[in-house]
């Protein structure tokens, strides 16, 4: 599997090259970051320090597509319309654990899945995926007596707040009251807020450290609670489930996937 990095000098990206750099079934062929990372021109491996790959971190996205069958992607909401648009000339498939898109990016990712196979999830862990199908499953059990909030925690260098995961398990609680994936969430609170209103979804993000993430589902009864928590102690399962996820998409038609169709939560 011939693979392209985009965003190849983030945290993600660096774990995505080691873990693929120790596979002897795939192979580094291109990686790409903004014009002004300090790192360009330097060897995607030795930044991942694992010695030298033989590809250098390039700011030409088009360059970095050249050989690939697939693009992972793990980069800024900003890139990813540019990136899609260059799949789809170059005709290789997308894996993409970005987020905070907005409606454009999104759209673009539709309009693109009408020609090649992308992958978008929020999260790549298939623990979180889990955590996901357990959230659902508990408020279907629990019914509508059981309050629910989301609390998620993650390093002081994310720029994103609350977690596209944590948004992903907000909506796994929807689908489970049966109002399918509302959004309709309370993302702070403060002053006098009045009663909680019926049915609401709270989400709390703190930051802070080093923390790769931590999401937290919380149902709260009448005498009880029910808490449903996931850890990330590394990067490496995130990265695990990229490198799935992009074995996977290349063996499917054109269309716009998730981490619930690589793990067969839903047909694709």
Request: proline letters at 4%; aromatic letters at 2%.
């Amino acid at each position: 599997m011939k693979i392209a990095i985009s965003g190849a000098t983030g945290r993600m990206g660096l774990a995505v090259a080691r873990l693929a750099q120790a596979d002897s079934d795939i192979e580094i062929v291109g990686g790409a970051a903004a014009p002004n990372d300090p790192n360009q021109g330097r060897d995607i491996g030795e930044l991942a320090g694992i010695g030298s790959v033989g590809v250098a971190v390039t700011a030409d996205m088009a360059s970095a597509l050249l050989s690939a069958e697939v693009v992972i992607d793990f980069s800024v909401a900003s890139v990813v319309k540019s990136l899609v648009q260059l799949a789809v000339r170059s005709k290789i498939a997308v894996v993409s654990g970005t987020t905070n898109l907005d409606a454009d990016a999104k759209a673009s990712l539709d309009k693109a899945a009408q020609t090649i196979p992308i992958l978008w999830a929020p999260n790549m862990s298939l623990g979180v995926q889990v955590l996901a199908e357990l959230t659902e499953h508990a408020l279907r059990r629990l019914g509508p007596t059981f309050d629910a909030e989301i609390v998620e925690i993650h390093h002081r260098k994310k720029i994103d707040a609350p977690s596209g995961t944590a948004l992903r398990i907000a909506e796994a609680i929807s689908e489970g009251r049966g109002t399918g994936r509302d959004r309709s969430f309370i993302l702070a609170r403060e002053g006098e807020t009045g009663a909680r209103p019926a049915g609401s979804i709270g989400v709390l993000a703190l930051r802070g450290g080093d923390n790769p993430g931590e999401h937290t589902a919380i149902f709260l009864g009448q005498g009880e609670r029910l808490e449903l928590i996931h850890r990330s102690a590394t990067r490496d399962h995130f990265a695990r489930g990229a490198l799935r996820a992009a074995a996977w998409v290349l063996q499917h038609p054109p269309g716009l996937y998730d981490m619930e169709h690589v793990i067969g939560l839903r047909p694709a």
